[in-house]
């Protein structure tokens, strides 16, 4: 059974740095992209950016190139997501996702809430 | 960068067929993709490949494009079908995922 779980919520303060992770079992995990979306509260999904995790290769959506950096540990099966500043704005939910062959979306995590308050 | 649009809601009775449209340039050259989002749980995907579906998802979901409209319809609706909905493509210009902005399914 294909699963990508997440790691939990947090809370944390503008300016401090954070880095969610996201583990895939059930699969070949080299061999399939990896996606992480953004969805503020009452609001719709974004794409952030997406990373295969055979060769590290990283595609960042325009609003979030530089503001985020999404990486991979191939030997572990676990994709992340790093700030290195958080900003009030950062406070949504977060989810990873597997990708298809279709570049559809066919597993998702649970989601990670994200809430930056000082 | 290519753009998705969706209606803000679409509202029906049970047992009624709902068509969801999802509008970009040129998307009948596209594989979309449609998610269902109830509130508090994480998106799931209903179709795929225009007119896929995952194993689990009932037959009542379809898809089809057609020019600059990709419909996601769902026969006989039922309470349960109530939530947002998301289409999605690869824009293979720029290498991103689009997602479109999510249409609010409500079955009175």
């Known amino acids: 059974e294909v699963q990508m779980v997440q790691s939990g919520a947090e809370l944390k303060k503008p300016g401090e740095s954070l880095t969610l992770s996201c583990k895939g079992s059930?699969?070949?995990?080299?061999?399939?992209?990896i996606g992480w979306v953004r969805q503020v509260p009452g609001k719709g999904l974004e794409s952030m950016g997406i990373?295969?995790?055979?060769?590290?290769?990283?595609r960042y959506s325009s609003s979030f190139e530089g503001q985020v950096t999404i990486s991979v540990d191939k030997s572990i099966s676990t994709a992340y997501l790093h700030w290195g500043s958080l900003k009030a704005s950062d406070s949504a939910m977060y989810y990873c996702?597997?990708?298809?062959?279709?570049?559809?979306?066919?597993?998702w995590g649970q989601g990670t809430l994200v809430t930056v308050s000082s | 960068s290519y753009v998705l649009t969706q209606p803000p809601s679409v509202s029906l009775a049970p047992g009624q067929t709902a068509r969801i449209t999802c509008e970009g340039r040129?998307?009948?050259?596209?594989?979309v993709h449609w998610y269902q989002q109830k509130p508090g749980q994480a998106p799931v995907l209903v179709v795929f490949?225009?007119?896929d579906r995952p194993s689990g998802i009932p037959e009542r979901f379809s898809g089809s494009t057609s020019g600059n409209t990709a419909t996601l319809t769902i026969s006989r609706v039922e309470a349960g079908d109530e939530a947002d909905y998301f289409c999605?493509?690869?824009?293979?210009?720029?290498?991103?995922?689009?997602f479109g902005g999510g249409t609010k399914l409500t079955v009175l």
């Open positions: 996702a597997r990708q298809g062959i279709n570049w559809e979306f066919d597993y």
């Open positions: 059930g699969y070949n995990f080299n061999n399939q992209w």
């Open positions: 990373v295969y995790p055979g060769d590290s290769d990283t």
């Open positions: 040129n998307i009948d050259t596209k594989s």
């Open positions: 490949n225009d007119n």
């Open positions: 999605q493509v690869w824009d293979g210009f720029t290498d991103h995922v689009v």
